[in-house]
Every structure is written in structure tokens, then in C-alpha cells.
């Protein structure tokens, strides 16, 4: 089964920062952000017997995807992945979130789940976030998960993000 999957990175309009939760759990937050056309891309192939070939862009730390695979319940090994990037790793556009979004969306296909926009960020966001001990807010995910130009709110007290699409 081979899943192909993309997301974009974005840009923060106004708001970063707004969207830490040491900030935002008590004073909400909001955040604009355009998602542009700068794309991580995902091909994944579960595959069959013990082979895996694991190809990340370059500049790319690979036991990020490899915590993400395993983090979805696969082995790295029943996994083949090709991830491509069009522009550059560690970019401040929200580049480990777009790469994280596409594959969680890829590997959740690959489980048979339908997950929707909200489900993928949120997976995720918790998968760099909690699990990986990467710092960082949650507007990145749920752009790299919708596109578009969106705001964000983000509840007081941690309210479940709210992306309101333009």
C-alpha cells in the first residue's frame, strides 16, 4: 500500500507566541497565519518483509520521523518512507509541524482511520510536543492541517484550539 500525503508551512501574521500554553492557559490567545506554498511530502509504503528505506530532506533529523512511525503505531521497518521538502529544514516556518502533520495523515490512512483536520494536529502537535520534548505552541500543526489563511484562538484556561478558516 503506498499513501502519498502533503502539508504546507506557514507563516504567523500576528499572534506567535499566543499560542504557548504557558500563555495562552491564562490568557487565551489568537493567532493569523497564511499557509503557503512551501510543502512537506510524504510517500509511505507499508511494507510486507523486514526491508525498510527510510530518505529524509536534508538538514532533517531522523529519529523525528522514526519517533513519529512508531509514535503511529507502525516499526520503522514495516515502514518505507520518501519525504521531501521544497524549502529548507529549521526554516522558522513551521517545518516540523508540516513534516509531522503530512505523515501522521499518511500513517493514519495507512491504519484505515479517518481522521479529520483537527484529529491529525492534534496527534500531531502531541507527538513533537509531549512525546519528543520539542518546544513549541500549536498553531503550526493546525495550519500545516488546514492551509489557507486562518485564525486561531486558543482558550483561556486550554481550551481546545479553534481554527476559523477565512
Excluded: C
Aim: charged share 25%; glycine share 10%; net charge negative.
Amino acid at each position: 500500500m503506498k499513501i502519498k500525503s502533503s502539508s504546507p508551512t506557514r507563516i504567523s501574521l500576528i499572534g506567535g507566541g499566543t499560542d504557548l500554553p504557558e500563555f495562552f492557559i491564562e490568557h487565551g490567545g489568537l493567532v493569523i497565519s497564511l499557509a503557503i506554498n512551501i510543502r512537506q511530502e510524504m510517500l509511505v509504503t507499508i511494507k510486507e518483509d523486514e526491508f525498510s528505506n527510510l530518505e529524509f530532506p536534508p538538514g532533517a533529523d531522523a529519529e523525528f520521523y522514526r519517533q513519529i512511525i512508531k509514535e503511529m503505531g507502525f516499526k520503522p521497518e514495516e515502514v518505507a518512507l520518501k519525504a521531501s521538502f521544497d524549502g529548507k529544514i529549521r526554516s522558522g516556518l513551521g517545518t516540523s509541524a508540516s513534516a509531522a502533520v503530512a505523515l501522521v495523515a499518511a500513517l493514519a490512512k495507512a491504519e484505515g482511520k479517518t481522521w479529520n483536520k483537527d484529529q491529525i494536529a492534534e496527534k500531531a502537535w502531541d507527538i513533537e510536543v509531549n512525546q519528543q520534548k520539542m518546544f513549541g505552541g500549536r498553531q503550526d500543526q493546525w495550519a500545516a492541517a488546514y492551509g489557507g489563511m486562518n485564525t486561531i484562538y486558543f482558550g483561556k484556561g486550554g481550551e481546545t484550539v479553534k481554527p476559523w478558516p477565512f
